[in-house]
């Protein structure tokens, strides 16, 4: 095991992202616990913020068991969502951008106003503004797909795109919502708002305190995605993705090449 710089490892893992290239493991290399992934996660995202990117919010990532078995780590993650992943919806994407790219359901809060550290489930939903269907592409810079939960989190917990569907009343019930995710109109993958931690509310809380960790707060406006709900689903050229959410509508995308 050798030691590599975090300010090295930031710069591997923005490169691997911003060229769509895949990049090795850091963990079967170096040292690398959690505290310092997340420290990497931080330079790396801080390398976009100096290329003129903007921070919107934040993901949370493996609050689901489907989740944590498909990529065989058991730990709740977070990454930065910034503007340049927003994707439309509706809009054309293309693999080019990518690595290996999954789309999975999400569901989406809007913040109205601050939160961060310890709170109840009322208090985290008292600040949020809106709730919404979401779909987040997610793609490993790591060959393969493959990490351990510090790489994996230096990897900005794998974010590259998010659509956001309407906004909708926060007091819309969400914690046992229906899910499907389809493929060019048949459905593949199938599941419940409840995958997320028992209650998608659950995932905001920890948000809330996972970012203080990092002496952040959840700021007004700013989009928390709380996780997949069932198995994120590959990517394929001239395929179109739609997921809904009982009460919360439709989102999705069409992959052009
Ligand atoms: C890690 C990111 C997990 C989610 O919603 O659980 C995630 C991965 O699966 O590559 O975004
Ligand atoms: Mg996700």
């Given at each position: 095991m050798t030691r ?23 963990t079967t290399e170096h040292e690398l ?225």
């Amino acid at each position: 095991m050798t030691r590599l710089a975090l300010a090295q490892m930031a710069e591997i893992a923005d490169d691997g992202a911003r060229r769509a290239t895949a990049i090795a493991q850091f963990t079967t290399e170096h040292e690398l616990d959690v505290a310092d992934a997340y420290a990497v996660q931080a330079l790396s995202i801080g390398r976009r913020i100096t290329r003129g990117e903007r921070i919107v919010g934040v993901k949370m990532g493996l609050t689901s068991r489907a989740k944590m078995a498909q990529v065989g780590v058991d730990s709740v993650i977070w990454g930065r969502l910034t503007d340049a992943m927003l994707l439309a919806d509706g809009a054309p994407l293309s693999l080019s951008r990518y690595v290996h790219p999954r789309v999975e359901p999400e569901i989406a809060f809007l913040m109205e106003r601050p939160l961060g550290g310890k709170v109840t489930g009322m208090e985290a939903m008292a600040a949020v503004g809106g709730v919404a269907a979401a779909a987040e592409v997610i793609d490993s810079r790591y060959e393969d797909f493959r990490f351990a939960l510090p790489d994996v989190i230096a990897d900005n917990s794998s974010s590259s795109g998010f659509v956001v569907g309407d906004w909708h009343d926060p007091a819309t019930p969400i914690d046992n919502l229906g899910i499907a995710l389809a493929v060019d109109g048949r459905i593949q993958e199938v599941g419940s708002s409840a995958a997320i931690l028992g209650n998608p509310v659950r995932s905001l809380v920890e948000a809330a305190r996972m970012v203080d960790e990092a002496g952040l707060r959840l700021e007004p406006g700013w989009i928390v995605l709380a996780g997949g709900a069932t198995a994120a689903v590959s990517l394929t050229a001239g395929s179109s993705y739609r997921i809904s959410v009982e009460s919360l509508g439709r989102v999705g995308f069409t992959v052009t090449d």
